[in-house]
């Protein structure tokens, strides 16, 4: 870029055009990200069931997380997935859940509802208060938890923060987080080492299609399809 390297990106002294690209990689950032579900995007949350409630916030905004299954601690049986409107016409009773909708709070967090609402059985006790709450994890360091069928596992996707300080890491592939924000910073300048941005936001494409290439790769059974 013919710019001095930045030291800090947070340094308040950075010339305008280094502010800018720091901008830029969190732009590339955001845009890579929302790319694909990447495997490393991967979360465990587990959420304690409590009496008489059936939505659990799960400490997330909406927009940056998605479920994909939900089962019990130990017993691992499946909830089955309906829709909110389905939730919303079925009779309120108590029980055992055995159904769950993703659910956005009015605060933007994201929750599931379950359905029939946790009966007394699911009340805690001085013992058991361990149990109850919601924990989030990395698939690497989810290693069973707290196994018990007062408690569910849910599984599903969450957006890493956008890095903002200078030993922030990258969980994204960063060749493509690199070539991005280069490709951002070519069509602001008009061309960088003689690359256009046409041409540097075609190179990204290109390192965008052969990340996700292997990143599915990782997970090929999910990306399998059968006609039914």
Do not use: C
């Not at 990106?9 to 502010?19: A, G, L, S």
């Amino acid at each position: 870029m013919r710019e001095d390297e930045i030291d800090n990106v947070k340094d308040k002294d950075n010339e305008p055009q280094q502010k800018l690209v720091t901008r830029f990689v969190k732009d590339a950032y955001s845009f890579v990200q929302k790319s694909h579900t990447w495997n490393s995007s991967r979360r465990i949350w587990t959420v304690g069931l409590q009496q008489n409630e059936a939505v659990y916030p799960l400490g997330v905004q909406a927009g940056q997380a998605q479920i994909y299954s939900i089962r019990y601690g130990m017993t691992e049986q499946q909830l089955i997935e309906v829709t909110q409107p389905d939730l919303a016409r079925r009779r309120q009773k108590h029980g055992k859940p055995v159904y769950f909708a993703p659910s956005q709070m009015t605060n933007g967090n994201l929750a599931i509802q379950v359905h029939p609402t946790p009966d007394e059985n699911y009340t805690g006790n001085a013992g058991e208060a361990s149990l109850y709450g919601v924990a989030e994890y990395t698939v690497a360091l989810y290693n069973g938890g707290l196994s018990h069928d007062k408690q569910l596992v849910v599984e599903g996707y969450k957006m890493s923060s956008v890095p903002v300080e200078n030993a922030d890491i990258i969980e994204l592939p960063d060749q493509v987080v690199l070539y991005y924000a280069l490709a951002l910073a070519s069509r602001e300048r008009g061309e960088v080492g003689g690359q256009s941005s046409q041409e540097l936001f075609g190179l990204s494409r290109s390192y965008m299609s052969d990340a996700i290439s292997w990143d599915v790769s990782n997970s090929r059974g999910e990306y399998l399809w059968e006609a039914i």
